[in-house]
């Protein structure tokens, strides 16, 4: 079956350090990958897509998502957090087999130290 | 534009009592969906509307009906709430084509049963 993980439920950074949040995927046909970001109390917000060509992937927010297929992973970075960065992260994924479908992984809370 | 609005905001139901929570969007899309998020599991699909006229099933439709009413409009009803439905329901939009698979979500639904 199809699935995505994020290992990490909650992480905490101090304000300036940088941030990584793992994301790795199962599926066997080549995926469209995205993050998404979510505010408390808020919808969700589209960081970053990849869908083909260069793996490094830029995005809003200072966010950059690299796709590493001999790895499964499509993990999301940035250099040094700012306050505001504290949320909720999603990873979703797509394939064209699935049409319509995204499916999301568990979250990951990020919570930001003074 | 608004983008995909979804009403009420926040709603308390007994349980049996029956609601219908409203979704619309601006920006002409095809394909509408409804989630629920739980804590620690992401957003599950409920049900989809991949254009105008058709519903699909999702990973979670049982407890729920579905209307596409148009091409803006996507309700999601619960006939007859249980407790296991309290979640926060978002909606979400995306133009159907061959490259476009990111989803657009509404400010979400806060649904308590109790």
């Known amino acids: 079956a199809q699935s995505v993980t994020q290992p990490d439920i909650h992480i905490t950074v101090s304000e300036g350090a940088s941030l990584e949040l793992r994301c790795n995927y199962s599926y066997g046909a080549t995926p469209y990958l995205f993050w998404y970001v979510q505010s408390p109390g808020q919808g969700l917000q589209l960081l970053l897509k990849y869908f083909s060509g260069d793996t490094l992937v830029q995005g809003i927010k200072g966010f950059e998502a690299e796709f590493k297929r001999s790895q499964s992973s499509f993990n999301l970075r940035k250099p040094s957090v700012h306050w505001s960065d504290a949320a909720e992260y999603f990873c979703a994924v797509g394939t064209k087999a699935a049409g319509n479908k995204l499916t999301f992984g568990g979250g990951t809370r990020v919570l930001v130290k003074p | ?114």
């Open chain 2, 1 to 114: 534009n608004a983008g995909v609005t979804q009403t009420p905001k926040f709603q308390v139901l007994k349980t049996g009592q029956s609601m219908t929570l409203q979704c619309a969007q601006d920006m002409n899309h095809n394909s509408m969906y409804w989630y629920r998020q739980d804590p620690g599991m992401g957003l599950r699909l409920i049900y989809y509307s991949a254009s105008e006229g058709t519903t699909d099933k999702g990973e979670v439709p049982n407890g729920y009906n579905v209307s596409r009413l148009n091409k803006r409009e996507f309700s999601l009803r619960l006939e007859s709430a249980a407790p296991s439905q309290t979640s926060v329901y978002f909606c979400a939009s995306r133009i159907s084509g061959a490259s476009t698979y990111e989803q657009y979500f509404g400010p979400g639904t806060r649904l308590t049963v109790t």
